[in-house]
């Protein structure tokens, strides 16, 4: 199962480093300027701005000028039409605002070399909302960075709660955005916060589903032309189906597809010869971290459920049969099925199974029908907790 648009604002701020390949596009000569950025910088003589986009292919230049002494700058060029793009204060990638730009604007800024990630910025109808967000994003990055360094050294579970919490003050902002503006153009770098985590969709809020058609609908009526609503109304179209099947998965209603292969003895091994118990199906391997971090969880809840009906059905992605073997056995996987056609992502039981990475769990009933997936972690104890201890 795969999720999409995920944390678009942070990747786009980061996306960029020095080393990064800029790509080089031939400009008509006739086009003419529909554009206009300017600004003083405190503190920012003499530096060169750079407009960028991101495409497929790499960074591309859109525009570039320079500032002069007393730090003013005057940037004017040709987009063709409603686009993210960031505005790049000279050679550092850390000197970035994202600017959601529509033909015409004339956008006005006004900041310090110091803080030129919280400018003001006026000229635009989104470019309010724009100033308001990135003093809550700069707030964010900067805890962020201090839970990264930890010198209050803090537990795991602090520094995650903490961070949940400097996170929640991002999404709150952006989902209001939403609800109030959904046609406001700044909207397509807050989508990240309404969509589902890469853990899945057990803790998702599915109104936000009808919140990420809504902004959709509203930008694709007020730029119907915009390849990237576009693409943006097909991906929540794909992200719609998945939450679907999510449902369906849940449910108890579909059969889960056999699956037959070898064991460490070469012998093989279905699934359904299981029938009858509750069976985690556990997509893993030997090399996948991740994996291996959550073993310890697996064989801790296979022993407290083991004698209730509960049993695991390891499928692993290896290629390499002494290193399956040999990580069955540090780790202690200690239940009887574990099976492999050591074809890694050649697998055929991806395609049966959806998903795009691992670990990947989905839990059957004794029927062999899914009711839960994508289990790991205290989603997976729970889950366990409410069929074995009602």
Same mark, same amino acid.
């Given at each position: 199962?795969?999720?999409?648009?995920?944390?678009?604002?942070?990747?786009?701020?980061?996306?960029?480093?020095?080393?990064?390949?800029?790509? @080089?596009?031939?400009?008509?000569?006739?086009?003419?300027?529909?554009?206009?950025?300017?600004?003083?910088?405190?503190?920012?003589?003499?530096?060169?701005?750079?407009?960028?986009?991101?495409?497929?292919?790499?960074?591309?230049?859109?525009?570039?000028?320079?500032? +002069?002494?007393?730090?003013?700058?005057?940037?004017?060029?040709?987009?063709?039409? #409603?686009?993210? #793009?960031?505005?790049?204060?000279?050679?550092?990638?850390?000197?970035?605002?994202?600017?959601?730009?529509?033909?015409?604007?004339?956008?006005?800024?006004? *900041?310090? #070399? &110091?803080?030129?990630?919280?400018?003001?910025?006026?000229?635009?109808?989104?470019?309010? *909302?724009?100033?308001?967000?990135?003093?809550?994003?700069?707030?964010? %990055?900067?805890?962020?960075?201090?839970?990264?360094?930890?010198?209050?050294?803090?537990?795991?579970?602090?520094?995650?709660?903490?961070?949940?919490?400097?996170?929640?003050?991002? +999404?709150?902002?952006?989902?209001?955005?939403? +609800?109030?503006?959904?046609?406001?153009?700044?909207?397509?770098?807050?989508?990240?916060?309404?969509?589902?985590?890469?853990?899945?969709?057990?803790?998702?809020?599915?109104?936000?589903?009808?919140?990420?058609?809504?902004?959709? !609908?509203?930008?694709?009526?007020?730029?119907?032309?915009?390849?990237?609503?576009?693409?943006?109304?097909?991906?929540?179209?794909?992200?719609?189906?998945? #939450?679907?099947?999510?449902?369906?998965?849940?449910?108890?209603?579909?059969?889960?597809?056999?699956?037959?292969?070898?064991?460490?003895?070469?012998?093989?091994?279905?699934?359904?010869?299981?029938?009858?118990?509750?069976?985690?199906?556990?997509?893993? &391997?030997?090399?996948?971290?991740?994996?291996?971090?959550?073993?310890?969880? %697996?064989?801790?809840?296979?022993?407290?459920?083991?004698?209730?009906?509960?049993? %695991?059905? @390891?499928?692993?992605? $290896?290629?390499?049969?002494?290193?399956?073997?040999?990580?069955?056995?540090?780790?202690?996987?200690?239940?009887?099925?574990?099976? @492999?056609?050591?074809?890694?992502?050649?697998?055929?039981?991806?395609?049966?199974?959806?998903?795009?990475?691992?670990?990947?769990?989905?839990?059957?009933?004794?029927?062999?029908?899914?009711?839960?997936?994508?289990?790991?972690? *205290? +989603?997976?104890?729970?889950?366990?907790? $409410?069929? !074995?201890?009602?």
């Amino acid at each position: 199962m795969k999720y999409y648009l995920s944390l678009i604002l942070l990747l786009f701020l980061a996306s960029c480093s020095n080393d990064e390949e800029m790509v @080089s596009v031939e400009k008509p000569k006739d086009l003419k300027n529909n554009f206009t950025i300017s600004g003083t910088i405190t503190n920012g003589q003499n530096l060169t701005f750079y407009l960028e986009a991101q495409s497929e292919a790499g960074t591309i230049e859109v525009a570039k000028t320079k500032s +002069d002494a007393s730090g003013k700058f005057e940037m004017i060029g040709n987009i063709p039409g #409603y686009g993210i #793009y960031r505005l790049r204060m000279g050679e550092t990638p850390e000197k970035v605002i994202p600017l959601s730009l529509v033909p015409n604007d004339n956008i006005k800024i006004k *900041a310090s #070399y &110091a803080d030129f990630l919280t400018p003001k910025v006026t000229g635009g109808s989104w470019t309010s *909302a724009m100033t308001e967000y990135m003093q809550v994003y700069q707030e964010f %990055v900067i805890g962020k960075q201090e839970l990264e360094l930890n010198q209050k050294n803090l537990s795991d579970e602090q520094i995650n709660t903490r961070y949940q919490n400097l996170r929640a003050k991002v +999404d709150k902002f952006a989902l209001n955005l939403m +609800d109030k503006e959904p046609s406001n153009p700044f909207n397509y770098l807050m989508i990240a916060s309404a969509m589902p985590p890469q853990t899945g969709f057990n803790d998702w809020d599915s109104k936000n589903l009808e919140r990420l058609k809504s902004v959709e !609908f509203a930008l694709s009526q007020k730029f119907p032309e915009s390849p990237m609503v576009e693409n943006m109304g097909y991906q929540i179209f794909q992200l719609e189906q998945s #939450y679907d099947q999510h449902r369906m998965f849940n449910a108890g209603t579909q059969l889960a597809p056999d699956i037959s292969m070898p064991n460490p003895n070469g012998q093989t091994i279905q699934l359904s010869d299981l029938r009858g118990q509750y069976v985690l199906v556990d997509f893993w &391997a030997s090399w996948c971290g991740p994996c291996r971090k959550e073993n310890p969880n %697996v064989v801790r809840l296979y022993n407290k459920y083991k004698d209730k009906g509960f049993t %695991v059905f @390891s499928v692993s992605l $290896d290629e390499n049969a002494e290193n399956w073997k040999a990580a069955i056995k540090k780790d202690g996987l200690i239940w009887p099925n574990h099976c @492999s056609d050591l074809l890694r992502w050649n697998s055929p039981v991806i395609q049966d199974y959806g998903f795009s990475g691992i670990p990947y769990a989905v839990l059957l009933n004794p029927e062999g029908k899914f009711i839960g997936v994508n289990l790991r972690g *205290a +989603d997976l104890e729970q889950k366990l907790k $409410d069929i !074995f201890e009602k």
